[in-house]
């Protein structure tokens, strides 16, 4: 079987491998003229960083074991993580139950009532019970005025915006308690995250290099204009390689692993019922300020913002889990903001952007100067966070396309877990298997 890839990002390329692995021929094409996609690197004091924050969560077992699977698990490393959260100018820790007691930002019992409806939540199984509900409702509801005000609404207004953040179903928060539970160490208090010391792009790199080794083919700078679509089927890609003019590949299945709103433009008219579930899905964008530091910013390394009169929702201060050492002795602090791509912040230019931000440091570190910084660079993902309403499951466009043989594969279909490397590779990997199942072959 002859597969053709849109996309090589994670769930392309894991697809792509898991194709050749099992005896078919598969081709990636990827527009960027990098691997990875989101999870795509640049260089930093001799070593390559990503262009937005990654780690693995201890749960991420799909992308831990495909990355030992290629050769690189000796490359992998599990590290105590630190959490604060600012108020009103104020860093507190937040990792265990002995940090939320000392949370005074909110009286004492509402730090109960907060701890124990979290303690709730990590003990529930079954994301269909908070389907029908919204987390702002339910949030408002179970943990009170005090312990929305000041810890979740920031949070959520943060992540999805003033336009988006009443919309986002209960069962999305729900996921991702259950994620940072599971990646707790056995007595439930220290975090650990992990990270390919290689950075993540050295990780798809190396997958990449593994699919050329097993006879499939993977292409940057390579433009898929078009999906070939005969009497219902797919029969092949209209791609342009670098450089060169656009040509037809024949195919036996496609796989497509853009974002929702660009697939539709690349495939004859849809069915209405199919084109409403990709066009039922809004997405918020990541726009990234990453400053090069002489010195730290902090001593923690996920930082939650709670004041919504800052213009980023977190500081990731990524030297607080991997040492400078690694980065020539560079502090690394992300400013990460989820924006929509209408907002004034997303069309900034990057002078205009850190200008913005950086009055704001200082209320995270008294101390800063502008003279800290030996760098900074500014990046922008247009589909970093799909928006996750309610009744979402009944949603979800399916990964076989109304055309036989045409395949989706991207972040609006992961649920109920929130959108990661782990669960797009898992989900490359489980498409490519159901391409086979479905070809017969």
Request: no cysteine; aromatic share 10%.
């Amino acid at each position: 079987m002859r597969v053709g890839i849109i996309g090589a990002g994670a769930a392309g390329l894991a697809a792509a491998y898991e194709l050749v692995k099992r005896g078919h021929y598969a081709a990636a094409y990827e527009r960027a003229p990098f691997l990875g996609g989101q999870a795509s690197t640049f260089d930093v004091g001799g070593a390559r960083l990503e262009k937005g924050y990654h780690h693995w969560f201890t749960s991420d077992t799909d992308i831990v074991e495909l990355t030992e699977e290629i050769g690189l698990g000796d490359r992998i490393r599990w590290i105590d993580s630190t959490v604060g959260t600012l108020v009103d100018g104020k860093i507190y820790d937040f990792v265990t139950p002995i940090d939320l007691l000392k949370f005074t930002a909110m009286s004492l019992p509402d730090r109960v009532r907060l701890g124990l409806t979290t303690l709730y939540l990590q003990r529930q199984r079954d994301f269909r019970k908070y389907e029908d509900i919204t987390a702002d409702e339910w949030l408002r509801r179970h943990v009170g005025k005090s312990g929305y005000d000041v810890f979740w609404g920031p949070m959520m207004r943060g992540k999805f915006g003033e336009e988006h953040f009443r919309e986002v179903s209960m069962a999305w928060v729900w996921g991702k308690i259950q994620t940072r539970v599971k990646s707790r160490d056995k007595s439930m208090i220290k975090e650990k995250l992990g990270y390919p010391m290689g950075s993540f792009g050295e990780v798809f790199d190396v997958l990449g290099d593994r699919v050329w080794e097993m006879g499939g083919e993977v292409h940057t700078s390579a433009a898929v204009e078009r999906v070939e679509v005969v009497d219902g089927r797919a029969k092949g890609l209209n791609v342009a390689l670098e450089g060169g003019e656009s040509s037809l590949v024949e195919f036996d299945a496609v796989l497509a692993t853009t974002p929702s709103y660009i697939f539709p433009a690349l495939v004859p008219p849809l069915p209405e019922d199919y084109l409403a579930r990709l066009t039922g899905v809004s997405y918020m964008a990541a726009v990234l300020i990453v400053l090069v530091l002489d010195r730290p910013l902090t001593d923690v390394y996920w930082l939650n913002v709670s004041d919504r009169s800052m213009p980023f929702v977190a500081v990731i201060e990524h030297t607080n889990l991997i040492e400078p050492e690694h980065y020539g002795g560079k502090h690394i602090v992300y400013l990460s903001n989820y924006l929509t791509t209408d907002n004034a912040l997303y069309r900034m230019t990057h002078e205009e952007l850190l200008d913005e931000y950086l009055p704001h440091l200082q209320k995270i570190n008294p101390q800063f100067e502008a003279s800290w910084i030996e760098e900074s660079y500014h990046h922008r993902v247009g589909a970093a966070q799909p928006i996750i309403g309610t009744r979402y499951s009944e949603r979800i466009p399916s990964h076989r396309t109304p055309f036989e043989g045409l395949y989706l594969a991207n972040t609006t279909q992961i649920y109920p877990e929130d959108r990661g490397t782990n669960y797009s590779v898992r989900m490359g990997r489980e498409v490519a298997r159901m391409m086979i199942e479905d070809l017969g072959e």
